[in-house]
T-cell receptor
Framework: GAVVSQHPSWVICKSGTSVKIECRSL??????MFWYRQFPKQSLMLMAT?????????EQGVEKDKFLINHASLTLSTLTVTSAHPEDSSFYIC????????????FGEGSRLTVL | DAKTTQPPSMDCAEGRAANLPCNHS???????VYWYRQIHSQGPQYIIH???NNETNEMASLIITEDRKSSTLILPHATLRDTAVYYC?????????????FGTGTLLAVQP
């Protein structure tokens, strides 16, 4: 199947710092990528839709100034958690649509953020 | 996207078939049924999807009722590594509105 890679897979940071998570489609071009977050024992919650070359579309209740999304190329989207606080600690997962594969959505391995 | 309803958990004996049900009674005519699974602390893994015909691949079979209001994912010979949360999702494929909205899923525990 198509491969989506995230980096870093885990990160620990101090409160007030910013953290950038990268999502790459390794063997296909993705005009659209999605960012999710997942708290322990809960389902995935869609945060935003990232479109190459344009602004991201955020789901209701997600602060766009807090979670900055950039999709500068067809293979890379980044999520920056700005001024992170302990409540931002979560599992962040990206996904990308593999065009030409009847709309299958492939997911990265996830990035676990812990804010101290 | 239409909502789906799944049982919160199921058990299955190793080597037996696991049948995971999903209700999607408000599905629209252009919405597909997708199944993903998530093993602990990993990203979701695509399993299978279909529109109205039954589908089979190397991982599983998908049985969709004629009225499309429900479906069943079948793992023919469950192994311990199939223990995961299984998500049934309906969505329009292609175009800009192809985001996946996850429900609560079914935790399948395969017992030795």
């Amino acid at each position: 199947g198509a491969v989506v890679s995230q980096h870093p897979s885990w990160v620990i940071c101090k409160s007030g710092t910013s953290v950038k998570i990268e999502c790459r489609s390794l063997d296909f071009q993705a005009t659209t990528m999605f960012w999710y977050r997942q708290f322990p024992k809960q389902s995935l919650m869609l945060m935003a839709t990232s479109n190459e070359g344009s602004k991201a579309t955020y789901e209701q209740g997600v602060e766009k100034d807090k979670f900055l999304i950039n999709h500068a190329s067809l293979t890379l989207s980044t999520l920056t958690v700005t001024s992170a606080h302990p409540e931002d600690s979560s599992f962040y997962i990206c996904s990308a649509v593999a065009g030409g594969r009847t709309g299958e959505l492939f997911f990265g391995e996830g990035s676990r953020l812990t804010v101290l | 996207d239409a909502k789906t309803t799944q049982p919160p958990s199921m058990d299955c004996a190793e080597g037996r078939a696991a049948n995971l049900p999903c209700n999607h009674s408000t599905i629209s005519g252009n919405e597909y049924v997708y199944w993903y699974r998530q093993i602990h602390s990993q990203g979701p893994q695509y399993i299978i999807h279909g529109l109205k015909n039954n589908e089979t691949n190397e991982m599983a079979s998908l049985i969709i009722t004629e009225d499309r209001k429900s479906s069943t994912l079948i793992l023919p010979h469950a192994t311990l590594r199939d223990t995961a949360v299984y998500y049934c999702i309906v969505r329009v494929t292609g175009g800009a509105t192809n985001k996946l909205i996850f429900g609560t899923g079914t935790l399948l525990a395969v017992q030795p």
